[in-house]
């Protein structure tokens, strides 16, 4: 059979509110031109992000109802431990609120003042977390990861001889740890090659540095790898993901992404010493060891979503969705970030509307012109998220990232048609400016205008 179907019925349905281009277009202005102050009940479409945005299953549900919320040693959180060291091999667990909860608590008693945190790309708040903690952190992805066009398998693995120089650049006692982010959200959602995580670990091992992932997106890592990495095709899924995490020593994970939930996070080690620190920490800020600032319930939901994200049927429908709608995009001519990654679209906006210059913004422009055309929410990833303060980002790119089993095929169609007819108009995007602004991370709360050209 050529069909792909989604791997899944639906059983309860969430209403799609139609909506008219003017309603839109007026919708639009009232919110500056900043798609993030739109309310969500006018999109139709909502890819603004794949976090915290999953639809969970029957059974997920099932163990919302079953959570045991026992302050202390809770039957849900043994359920989930079990089913964490059963994926990772890792002994250490800790539930936290979210991947950035993790993420504080790891840096703040693994980096500090002096220190350099080496990674192929930082995400933002795992940057923001190495930073807060006085530590450097330096992105050491392969050149091809900055290559729009570049179709190389594994565009999120690291440049292991750059690695090699910062050992002998700054010294091993000042790399408290190596983190490879699986996969790469911050460069395009690219996978990282088994090859290239043993290659790291061998560095690592030679300097006695731990190696730690932020396993995030370990399943659609490892579902890659069994496309894409020679010798893997007959491998499964979860024997795959047991490698990943078996070459490193730890990991943080925001489980709002492959733990399919809507909250939760997880903060994983193999060494005993460093998880008695993370849970005294963890006791301050998150709450007890055996939950973690997430009620049993979050506990089951994510233990449940574990099991179920490294199926591969799902795995397969998800990831081809994705490619199905790259491919779409691509014989029409659109320019994307090559080969598509494993939980968004990424459209090259400066080569989608050459005619608007970096500081007026080019991938807002096509962000606006897709609620307007089609009510699809997509996000800037480029001058606008990146740019100010004299800085200025590489890539102008707009992320179309895909909820988890939330869109079918039809939605996907849809999509697929929106980029194509803005693109056939793409003469007519128009230019944008700021005209409010917040000190910090302006792109979340700024005010835009349309200007003449
Ligand atoms: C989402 C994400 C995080 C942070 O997780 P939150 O749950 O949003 O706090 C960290 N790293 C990567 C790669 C992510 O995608």
Redo the contacts with the bound molecule.
């Keep these: 059979m050529k069909t792909i179907i989604e791997p899944f019925k639906i059983k309860v349905v969430e209403p799609i509110r139609m909506t008219t281009r003017e309603y839109r277009e007026e919708m639009l202005r009232k919110a500056g031109f900043n798609v993030f102050s739109l309310h969500a009940e006018d999109v139709l479409i909502d890819l603004l992000t794949d976090?915290g945005t999953a639809a969970m299953s029957a059974e997920q549900w099932a163990g919302i109802m079953r959570g045991d919320e026992s302050y202390a040693g809770a039957t849900s959180f043994h359920r989930l431990y079990n089913k964490v060291a059963e994926l990772t091999g890792f002994e250490h667990v800790l539930p936290t609120h979210?991947?950035?909860?993790s993420?504080r608590i790891l840096f703040e008693i693994m980096a500090g003042p002096g220190k350099v945190v080496p990674n192929n790309n930082h995400?933002d708040?795992?940057r923001a977390n190495v930073e807060a903690s006085g530590a450097k952190a330096v992105d050491l992805v392969i050149d091809e990861g900055r290559l729009v066009a570049s179709r190389h398998p594994f565009k999120g693995n690291m440049n292991v001889e750059r690695l090699e120089g910062l050992f002998s650049e700054v010294g091993a006692e000042n790399i408290p740890l190596v983190m490879l982010?699986v996969t790469n959200?911050s460069g395009g959602g690219q996978p990282v090659s088994l090859e290239n995580i043993r290659a790291v670990r061998d560095v690592c091992q030679k300097h006695g540095t731990p190696l730690f992932l932020?396993a995030?997106?370990f399943a659609e890592n490892a579902y890659l790898i069994k496309k894409r990495e020679p010798g893997c095709s007959d491998r499964s899924v979860p024997e795959i993901v047991r490698e990943m995490f078996d070459l490193s020593d730890g990991a943080?994970i925001?489980a709002?992404?492959d733990g399919l939930v809507n909250i939760g996070?997880l903060l994983l080690f193999r060494d005993g010493e460093l998880a008695r620190r993370a849970r005294n920490l963890s006791i301050m800020t998150e709450g007890f060891p055996t939950y973690g600032g997430l009620a049993g319930r979050d506990l089951e939901a994510i233990a449940q979503g574990l099991e179920e994200v490294v199926q591969e049927d799902y795995l397969h429908y998800r990831l081809r969705s994705i490619e199905y709608l790259s491919e779409m995009l691509l014989a029409g001519g659109v320019p994307i970030m090559e080969p598509p990654g494993g939980h968004a679209i990424y459209i090259d906006a400066a080569s989608f509307c050459p005619r608007i210059p970096p500081e007026r913004f080019p991938g807002q422009a096509v962000v606006c012109a897709l609620y307007r055309h089609a009510g699809i929410r997509a996000v800037e990833i480029g001058s606008l998220m990146f740019g100010g303060h004299g800085r200025a980002p590489e890539l102008e790119l707009v992320r179309l990232a895909f909820p988890r089993r939330v869109y079918t095929q039809s939605h996907v169609d849809y999509v697929g048609e929106a980029v194509l007819d803005v693109f056939a108009q793409r003469d007519t995007l128009r230019p944008l400016a700021i005209v409010e602004e917040p000190p910090q991370l302006r792109h979340f709360t700024c005010r835009l205008e349309e200007i003449g050209d």
């Design positions: 976090s979210q991947g950035r909860a993420e995400f708040t795992t982010t959200n932020d995030c997106r943080t925001s709002k992404k996070g």
